[in-house]
């Protein structure tokens, strides 16, 4: 006989040790997180040197996003188009799945945080109508971390602290927090320095329902790293501060300095008597001076203006390193030359950029292949058939655009490397799982028409009618 228990109203010890590593884990890399968050809005605080701004001019922010350029340029060649079966079968069901999770755009915002963070999360859970599919969702790392084991490439458990506490009634001081572990998530709200236990999901799976989609792995470092590098925020830095300094000498020396000799006082003093101020005197446009009392005429001039000419070679400067460090063409940060670049040179810069988002494609499909799978796991409540393999279908990050992608597919169909009523060629043209669908049945309608006018022909003509002559029909 089974002797039924109640579920903890409280954690168990095991269970409070996790939680409290996991939190401090998420604490510690939170403001790292933060900062790259912060380049990637253009929020990020320069570091002023102290010596060429005035202490009038503290708050004077300048910004360049080259960082968010960087990203998105990789991120725009990263276009998640299907899942299916790589046997061939039916894939309806994975699409299923895809469709009720919005998962072609949700995907957009996973790799974005993963480039961004150096990882993002993606959590399977029951869906709460019966018959419904899982339900994925992508965390960000701000508020979300995992244990990994290295060995056997999976979660031991994970912990996600929910932000928008005023959604769930919430005080400041209590925080919700689900922690994952292989049979169970656990739903608890913290009051003080305890634990209350809200809920218990005992899936009994044998797996943690969350995986890590992560950019730039190490074999040391299986949490990723971000794009915006080191390197990437200290030139961006350096050409804020070149920008800046721009903008201060535009406050100092953007309207030349005149001298004026041997003037008397009376030329900076008004009708009445009063001086005047210094724009007063600098903005007159005719400068009316008495002669002194020699006779002789003041002299006036002005010094040269300042050019900014010297610290606009420098920002270019720092966009061609940007250029090379995010992997784009120099153009996408602003830098122009005198020659513009060719064609050819363009698709050669690109080069880098495109075998970049080769990477990414077979990293992040990975992850996004066992998603899939382990909705289906939560699903079906057993572990699918390991012998069936599920495929990503992705857009050619070296045609990202529709047009691009219909040219390339015309090319080898005339080149005859491909039919062309092939499904291959309908998917290189970037045509939409549905969209293929739906060409497919329109070529089975006009074939359809073609075999019925084929046989409506052959009738007419077996029973058309002969000749006039002996009155006999030649069957």
Same mark, same amino acid.
């Given at each position: 006989?089974?002797?039924?228990?109640?579920?903890?109203?409280?954690?168990?010890?095991?269970?409070?040790?996790?939680?409290?590593?996991?939190?401090?884990?998420?604490?510690?890399?939170?403001?790292?997180?933060?900062?790259?968050?912060?380049?990637?809005?253009?929020?990020?605080?320069?570091?002023?040197?102290?010596?060429?701004?005035?202490?009038?001019?503290?708050?004077?922010?300048?910004?360049?996003?080259?960082?968010?350029?960087?990203?998105?340029?990789?991120?725009?060649?990263?276009?998640?188009?299907?899942?299916?079966?790589?046997?061939?079968?039916?894939?309806?069901?994975?699409?299923?799945?895809?469709?009720?999770?919005?998962?072609?755009?949700?995907?957009?915002?996973?790799?974005?945080?993963?480039?961004?963070?150096?990882?993002?999360?993606?959590?399977?859970?029951?869906?709460?109508?019966?018959?419904?599919?899982?339900?994925?969702?992508?965390?960000?790392?701000?508020?979300?971390?995992?244990?990994?084991?290295?060995?056997?490439?999976?979660?031991?458990?994970?912990?996600?602290?929910?932000?928008?506490?005023?959604?769930?009634?919430?005080?400041?001081?209590?925080?919700?927090?689900?922690?994952?572990?292989?049979?169970?998530?656990?739903?608890?709200?913290?009051?003080?320095?305890?634990?209350?236990?809200?809920?218990?999901?005992?899936?009994?799976?044998?797996?943690?329902?969350?995986?890590?989609?992560?950019?730039?792995?190490?074999?040391?470092?299986?949490?990723?790293? %971000?794009?915006?590098?080191?390197?990437?925020?200290?030139?961006?830095?350096?050409?804020?501060?070149?920008?800046?300094?721009?903008?201060?000498?535009?406050?100092?020396?953007?309207?030349?300095?005149?001298?004026?000799?041997?003037?008397?006082?009376?030329?900076?003093?008004?009708?009445?008597?009063?001086?005047?101020?210094?724009?007063?005197?600098?903005?007159?446009?005719?400068?009316?001076?008495?002669?002194?009392?020699?006779?002789?005429?003041?002299?006036?001039?002005?010094?040269?203006?300042?050019?900014? %000419?010297?610290?606009?070679?420098?920002?270019?400067?720092?966009?061609?390193?940007?250029?090379?460090?995010?992997?784009?063409?120099?153009?996408?940060?602003?830098?122009?030359?005198?020659?513009?670049?060719?064609?050819?040179?363009?698709?050669?810069?690109?080069?880098?950029?495109?075998?970049?988002?080769?990477?990414?494609?077979?990293?992040?499909?990975?992850?996004?292949?066992?998603?899939?799978?382990l909705a289906l796991w939560v699903r079906d409540g057993e572990q699918p058939d390991p012998s069936r393999r599920i495929e990503t279908v992705w857009r050619n990050p070296a045609t990202p655009?529709?047009?691009?992608?219909?040219?390339?597919?015309?090319?080898?169909?005339?080149?005859?490397?491909?039919?062309?009523?092939?499904?291959?060629?309908?998917?290189?043209?970037?045509?939409?799982?549905?969209?293929?669908?739906?060409?497919?049945?329109?070529?089975?309608?006009?074939?359809?028409?073609?075999?019925?006018?084929?046989?409506?022909?052959?009738?007419?003509?077996?029973?058309?009618?002969?000749?006039?002559?002996?009155?006999?029909?030649?069957?």
């Amino acid at each position: 006989m089974t002797i039924p228990t109640l579920p903890l109203v409280g954690l168990s010890d095991d269970e409070q040790q996790i939680l409290t590593l996991l939190r401090t884990d998420l604490l510690a890399h939170r403001f790292k997180l933060e900062v790259l968050d912060a380049y990637f809005n253009g929020e990020q605080i320069i570091r002023d040197l102290g010596i060429s701004i005035p202490p009038q001019l503290k708050t004077l922010h300048t910004v360049i996003g080259w960082p968010r350029v960087g990203v998105e340029a990789l991120e725009q060649r990263l276009d998640l188009e299907a899942f299916r079966w790589a046997d061939g079968s039916d894939s309806t069901e994975l699409e299923e799945i895809a469709e009720a999770n919005d998962l072609y755009d949700e995907s957009s915002l996973a790799h974005l945080d993963a480039l961004t963070y150096g990882h993002e999360y993606v959590t399977v859970g029951t869906a709460d109508d019966d018959g419904a599919p899982p339900i994925i969702t992508y965390e960000s790392p701000l508020d979300m971390t995992l244990a990994w084991d290295a060995r056997l490439r999976k979660p031991l458990y994970a912990l996600r602290e929910c932000q928008d506490r005023y959604d769930f009634g919430l005080t400041p001081d209590e925080r919700l927090v689900t922690l994952y572990l292989p049979d169970q998530n656990i739903y608890a709200v913290q009051q003080g320095n305890d634990w209350e236990v809200i809920d218990r999901d005992e899936h009994g799976l044998g797996v943690v329902t969350v995986l890590r989609m992560a950019n730039r792995q190490r074999t040391g470092d299986r949490v990723g790293k %971000s794009e915006i590098t080191p390197e990437v925020r200290s030139i961006t830095d350096a050409a804020c501060r070149r920008l800046m300094g721009i903008e201060v000498a535009a406050e100092f020396f953007g309207a030349p300095q005149r001298y004026i000799l041997g003037a008397s006082e009376s030329a900076f003093q008004d009708a009445e008597g009063n001086a005047k101020s210094a724009w007063e005197t600098y903005i007159g446009r005719v400068l009316a001076l008495e002669r002194d009392e020699d006779g002789d005429v003041p002299t006036v001039g002005a010094f040269t203006a300042h050019d900014p %000419s010297g610290q606009t070679k420098i920002i270019d400067l720092y966009a061609r390193i940007m250029s090379s460090q995010l992997s784009v063409p120099p153009h996408m940060l602003g830098y122009t030359s005198d020659n513009p670049a060719s064609a050819d040179a363009i698709r050669s810069a690109e080069g880098a950029l495109v075998k970049k988002a080769e990477r990414r494609i077979r990293r992040f499909g990975a992850t996004h292949k066992a998603t899939m799978q382990l909705a289906l796991w939560v699903r079906d409540g057993e572990q699918p058939d390991p012998s069936r393999r599920i495929e990503t279908v992705w857009r050619n990050p070296a045609t990202p655009t529709i047009a691009a992608q219909t040219d390339a597919a015309v090319k080898m169909v005339a080149a005859g490397l491909l039919p062309a009523d092939s499904e291959v060629a309908l998917e290189m043209a970037g045509l939409t799982e549905d969209q293929r669908e739906r060409v497919a049945a329109e070529r089975r309608r006009a074939q359809g028409r073609q075999v019925l006018a084929s046989l409506v022909g052959q009738g007419a003509e077996e029973t058309a009618v002969p000749e006039a002559g002996d009155g006999e029909y030649d069957l």
